[in-house]
């Protein structure tokens, strides 16, 4: 049986390491990315094309040339902050894209498919920690064009026999251990990279007065007033892919499932700086702002369900293993200024 992968997204943080972790498993591995947010050499395994999830015919040909027994699909755009400012951009290519992507897998009879999904289908959420039963809510175009694209999952299980299950991340933190395959974004938006960009700043002998971090509100209904979420290991989010994935392969008329991904355990925003500043040893600062529109206050899993399901479990689950593991990249690709 054929054992090849394809990875949309390939070039991106996540999908880089999950093409990583599928080689180092034995699995040969295509990358389809646009490269729009990737970076080609983040590609250290496998073939990669380069193409959109749009252009039908391309897909067709990767398709055709081969055997493809999954789809794991990471890409898409994925920053909160500007779906709420660009919702037209997050649907075409989140919703628009994806509905291109597996319509040229049935066309290929390819009906396995895990999926990216986020914590951000379920908006301000009705309980903590959330469950797979949370209603889900979004509050930003992000969040809802993921949902859209489960609901898909589910129709198109019931009418054509698809099988797929929807990953719904919590917030990806960390790198490859020893430092080799990192995070890059241009720009970046995420709270962990900037949090050590401004570590590293400070390092390099920057003023500390001169912060360019940021914490996006602090009055919250939450401990200390800043957001709360639940940091997940990303070597940690790809083990449960291939988890889905031999789940998939062991019951393949389950239909469409969807499983929490976290570590069960929330921290705020100012913890998140805090551990920060143990980890690198650098005293940097910050400046409080307003809250960033789309964000809601707390976000923490019950992810108990992958663990019983799929017989997963995170092996990075302290906070402080991800920062060193970030750390550890960050102080060796330092980002140009
Ligand atoms: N980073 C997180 O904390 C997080 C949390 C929950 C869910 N997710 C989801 O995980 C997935 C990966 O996230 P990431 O942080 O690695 O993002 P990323 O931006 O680093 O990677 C996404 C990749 O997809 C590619 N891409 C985007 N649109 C494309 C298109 N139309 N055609 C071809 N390629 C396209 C980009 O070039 C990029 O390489 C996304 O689906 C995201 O929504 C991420
Ligand atoms: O400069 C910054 C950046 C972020 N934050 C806060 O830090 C938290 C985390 O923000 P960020 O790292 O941008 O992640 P999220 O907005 O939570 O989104 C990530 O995590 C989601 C799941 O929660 C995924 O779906 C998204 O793809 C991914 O970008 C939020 O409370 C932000 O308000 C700041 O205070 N200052």
């Known amino acids: 049986m054929s054992k090849t992968i394809l990875v949309t997204g390939g070039a991106g943080y996540i999908g880089s390491h999950m093409v990583r972790m599928l080689d180092q498993r034995g699995f040969d591995v295509v990358v389809y990315d646009n490269l729009e947010r990737g970076n080609r050499d983040a590609v250290t395994a496998g073939v990669l094309i380069e193409g959109d999830l ?20 990471f890409a898409a755009l994925a920053y909160v902050g500007e779906s709420v400012h660009e919702p037209a951009l997050y649907y075409r290519n989140n919703v628009t894209g994806t509905q291109c992507l597996l319509d040229t897998m049935r066309a290929h009879q390819v009906n396995k498919l895990v999926f990216s999904s986020t914590c951000a289908t379920y908006g301000v959420p009705e309980n903590l920690p959330i469950t797979e039963a949370t209603p889900q809510n979004p509050i930003n175009p992000y969040g809802q064009s993921k949902l859209m694209v489960e609901q898909i999952l589910k129709d198109y299980s019931v009418a054509y026999g698809f099988r797929s299950v929807a990953l719904r991340y919590f917030n990806a933190a960390g790198c490859a251990e020893d430092g080799s395959l990192g995070e890059r974004h241009d720009p970046e938006t995420h709270l962990l990279p900037l949090i050590l960009f401004e570590a590293l700043r400070v390092q390099s002998g920057g003023n500390p007065t001169d912060t360019a971090l940021k914490v996006f509100g602090n009055d919250f209904d939450t401990r200390d007033g800043t957001c709360v979420r639940d940091y997940i290991h990303v070597n940690d989010l790809c083990s449960a892919h291939i988890a889905a994935f031999e789940r998939m392969l062991k019951t393949p008329d389950l239909g469409a499932e969807q499983f929490n991904l976290g570590v069960n355990r929330g921290y705020t925003v100012l913890e998140i700086i805090d551990a920060c500043r143990e980890v690198t040893g650098v005293d940097f600062s910050y400046n409080s702002v307003a809250r960033r529109a789309g964000d809601p206050p707390e976000l923490v899993a019950d992810a108990s369900r992958a663990m019983s399901e799929l017989q997963w479990s995170p092996v990075h689950a302290d906070v402080k293993e991800s920062i060193q593991h970030a750390w550890n990249w960050f102080s060796a690709h330092p980002p140009a200024n």
């Not at 015919?57 to 055997?67: G, K, P």
Request: aromatic share 4%; no cysteine; hydrophobic share 35%.
């Open 54 to 73: 749009h252009d039908t015919d391309r897909l067709n040909s990767v398709f055709e040339s081969h055997d493809i027994e999954a789809v794991m699909h």
